[in-house]
């Protein structure tokens, strides 16, 4: 009687330790998601205001930096619609940092803007 409460104990704590390593993992995961969604939230606000910032000192130019930024942006949202269900943790992370290089070249480009309005001194 005692062998099967033992195992019967043994097999209990390895579903709780599987179970919880499970959510763990998927905690991350969810994190990542979150993260990534957050950021490219955040990075299409950015590139609204660029736009408008952009088109009062340059006009309408031919060459469209923030449309190229917002149309990486919306293939990086279906990509994340169509796997990120599937997704690693570490593809997640390969499509944030991809938002964050998108926003660090719009930031760049900002400022460029920001030096060229300023009176020269």
Do not use: K, N
């Not at 905690?27 to 955040?42: N, P, S, T």
């Not at 796997?83 to 900002?110: N, P």
Request: glycine share 4%; charged share 30%.
């Amino acid at each position: 009687m005692s062998t099967t409460l033992t195992l019967l104990l043994v097999a209990l704590a390895a579903a709780v330790v599987a179970f919880s390593l499970r959510r763990a993992g998927s905690g991350r995961r969810q994190r990542a998601v979150r993260e990534l969604l957050d950021a490219a939230d955040a990075l299409e606000a950015r590139l609204r205001m660029a736009r408008a910032e952009i088109e009062a000192v340059a006009g309408d130019l031919a060459l469209d930096p923030v449309g190229d930024a917002m149309r990486e942006m919306l293939r990086q949202r279906l990509w994340l619609r169509d796997h990120g269900d599937s997704a690693s943790v570490e593809q997640l992370a390969e499509v944030r940092l991809s938002i964050d290089t998108a926003r660090g070249r719009i930031e760049q480009q900002l400022s460029q803007i920001e030096r060229a309005r300023a009176p020269l001194a």
